[in-house]
């Protein structure tokens, strides 16, 4: 069974740094994408920035030039290095992470998502 664990949330002030690492374990598979969404109180699960396993990158539009995220693929593990925090980015971060399941003897596919339990990131002003 897939496991996926973020770390490294905390609390930073505005303007400072924090790296999340997240770990799917539990498989011998490589992920096809790893992604990080955020959440705060009362609102929908936000996509932040997502990576596949041959390293392609994408990110929302408030944090391109500030974050970055990379993979150790063949360790199922991925990292979002944050940088000029702002209290905006106050949230709880998700890692998700995606898997290709053969589910017959064709050969055909599915794709099952896997969701960590999130980690707290707290940018004071």
């Known amino acids: 069974q897939v496991q996926v664990v973020e770390s490294g949330g905390g609390l930073a002030q505005s303007g400072g740094s924090l790296r999340l690492s997240c770990a799917a374990t539990g498989t011998s598979t490589n992920f096809n994408v790893m992604n990080w969404y955020r959440q705060v109180p009362g609102k929908d699960r936000d996509l932040v920035a997502s990576i596949t396993s041959g390293g392609s990158t994408n990110y929302v539009d408030s944090v391109k030039g500030r974050f970055t995220i990379s993979r150790d693929t063949a360790k199922n593990t991925v990292h979002l290095q944050m940088n000029s925090l702002k209290p905006e980015d106050t949230a709880v971060y998700f890692c998700?992470?995606?898997?290709?399941?053969?589910?017959?003897?064709?050969?055909?596919?599915?794709?099952?998502?896997?969701w960590g339990k999130g980690t707290l990131v707290t940018v004071s002003s």
């Open positions: 998700n992470a995606k898997f290709r399941k053969v589910v017959n003897v064709e050969g055909a596919a599915v794709m099952v998502d896997y």
